[in-house]
């Protein structure tokens, strides 16, 4: 089951509609964000407003709405949708115009709200843990298109995760022009060494998720010895412990990189710690 909202209105898959003249659907020029919701409660909302108005200012995008307006929104959405566990997906698009690269000609602001039912995520990924590549395909340029913005461009992305499908793996992580680790599809990566956890900076190109800033946090308070630094691809596959992160995906165990098994071969005991004390966080 899936509601949806479209600037204020509630509509079923089939009717919720948009015009083929909006600029996100021409050019992708929208910004968006992913959460989910437990019993109706969406999890860290102000966080997620406050980088959708981050994305929007960095592409020099006015937003008509105020982030109460936006709340408020997603709340009714959810109450119509009303499930235990929902995943939402909030856009907002320069609007619609005539068919012109110039962000001028677009007339307000659309609204879109997507909510649907949002299963748990499965138990495998946790006992068994999941397979990633190293893509070909590099990470577009924070000089060309900052990966910090959440827009709707998500060519780079799709070509990235196409690679992982044809090689049957779970997601790829794409490096930047330096050859350093950036980030995987719709995830943040990490890597633990010698106890060591490690995340690449938002300065090798990548998207500062809600969820990492969160498990950052975490770690710090439990004394948890951490770094944020440049991670090559080698040491991305010499590394003892892996895992992804993202709202909906949480905590996701890497136990291969390219085929290449990390550690023992199954997901990591501090990657499992950190996995339960973020599950009592949510």
């Known amino acids: 089951m899936k509601v949806i909202n479209i600037n204020g209105n509630i509509l079923d898959s089939e009717n919720a509609k948009i015009s083929v003249f909006d600029r996100g659907f021409l050019f992708g020029d929208s910004v968006y964000e992913v959460t989910e919701a437990i019993s109706n409660r969406p999890i860290f909302m102000d966080e997620h407003l406050e980088r959708l108005w981050q994305s ?13 307006k936006i709340m408020a929104e997603v ?18 698009t320069r609007g619609e115009g005539e068919i012109t690269l110039d962000p001028q000609a677009a007339s307000q602001n659309n609204l879109v709200i997507i909510t649907k039912e949002l299963s748990e995520n499965p138990k495998w990924w946790y006992k068994d843990g ?90 710090k308070s439990e004394n948890i010895q951490i770094e944020q630094r440049n991670i090559t691809a080698q040491e991305l596959q010499d590394a003892d412990e892996s895992f992804l992160t993202s709202q909906t995906r949480r905590i996701v165990p890497v136990v291969k990189v390219n085929k290449t098994p990390l550690g023992s071969g199954k997901p990591g005991k501090l990657t499992l710690d950190i996995l339960n004390k973020y599950n009592k966080l949510i």
């Open 56 to 68: 929007a200012n960095k592409i020099h995008m006015p937003i008509a709405f105020t982030k109460s």
């Open 75 to 92: 709340k009714k959405t959810l109450e119509v949708l009303n499930v235990k566990r929902a995943y939402i997906r909030i856009i907002i």
């Open 130 to 219: 999941v397979e990633i590549i190293i893509a070909d395909t590099k990470r577009t340029s924070v000089d060309s298109m900052d990966p910090s913005v959440k827009s709707g461009n998500y060519l780079n992305n799709i070509l990235a995760y196409n690679e992982a499908v044809k090689e049957g793996a779970f997601d790829a992580v794409m490096l930047n022009h330096d050859g350093h680790v950036t980030e995987g599809t719709t995830s943040n990566i990490w890597i633990v060494k010698d106890q060591i956890l490690v995340t690449p900076p938002l300065k090798a190109g990548l998207l500062g998720g809600i969820t990492r800033a969160k498990i950052i946090e975490l770690c």
